[in-house]
């Protein structure tokens, strides 16, 4: 059974540099073809993809957010990582970390509010 | 702006059939499969849909969608007032600077 939740702090402050924890089970990150990635919904809005990460380390980012986003794994410890330089107030919103199966995010985490507000 | 164009609203009422519609492009849709996600508020999204119309376990036959071109649709049957949710469409687009797209979600409600 997999499972996913996200940790992290609720509040930012404007400027700062938010990093979030995704702990797993149920999967290895060191098993071929394994993907993982975050997902972000604002507040009443609709649900905007940031970052996925592959077993072999290889990563794409959100074209709109690459400059902002880094991406990390630790599969030896069964988490992985999103880091948000620069946050603002837009990005306020729950992040959700996932599995991706074959080209669908199937397995998804409860999810985390961040307010990022001074 | 989203990639993947759904209307903001559907309705219905018990025991109708409601259709979802999920427009996008050759780059993603055209080119990709599609999966549809199912949000209740206050929860994570749902898995409803994989692969263009592949339901996975759990989910009821109610649940149907398919895709033509560069377009897809959520079709759900026998209305019931727990569908009443948010859904979104979701597919890999081809495009250098995109990966992943997701419809602005559909609010269905249920008369």
């Known amino acids: 059974q997999i499972t996913l939740k996200e940790s992290g702090p609720t509040l930012a402050q404007p400027t700062e540099t938010l990093t979030l924890t995704c702990s797993f089970s149920g999967f290895s990150l060191n098993t071929p073809g394994v993907g993982v990635g975050w997902i972000r919904q604002p507040p009443g809005k609709a649900l905007e993809w940031l970052a996925l990460i592959y077993w072999n380390d290889d990563r794409r980012y959100n074209s709109a957010l690459r400059s902002r986003l880094t991406i990390t794994k630790d599969a030896s410890r069964n988490q992985f990582f999103l880091s948000m330089t620069n946050v603002d107030p837009v990005d306020t919103a729950t992040y959700y970390c996932v599995h991706m199966g074959l080209r669908r995010w199937d397995y998804w985490g409860q999810g985390t509010l961040v307010t990022v507000s001074s | 702006q989203s990639r993947l164009s759904q209307p903001r609203s559907a309705s219905g009422t018990p025991g109708q059939r409601v259709t979802i519609s999920c427009s996008g492009s050759t780059s993603n849709i055209g080119s990709n499969t599609v999966n549809w996600y199912q949000q209740f508020p206050g929860t994570a999204p749902r898995l409803l849909i994989h692969s263009d119309n592949q339901r996975p376990s759990g989910v009821p036959d109610r649940f149907s969608a398919s895709k033509s071109g560069t377009s897809a649709s959520l079709a759900i049957s026998g209305l019931q007032s727990e569908d009443e949710a948010d859904y979104y469409c979701?597919?890999?687009?081809?495009?250098?600077?995109?990966?992943?797209?997701f419809g602005g979600g559909t609010k269905l409600t249920v008369l």
């Open positions: 979701a597919t890999w687009d081809d495009s250098l600077d995109v990966y992943w797209a």
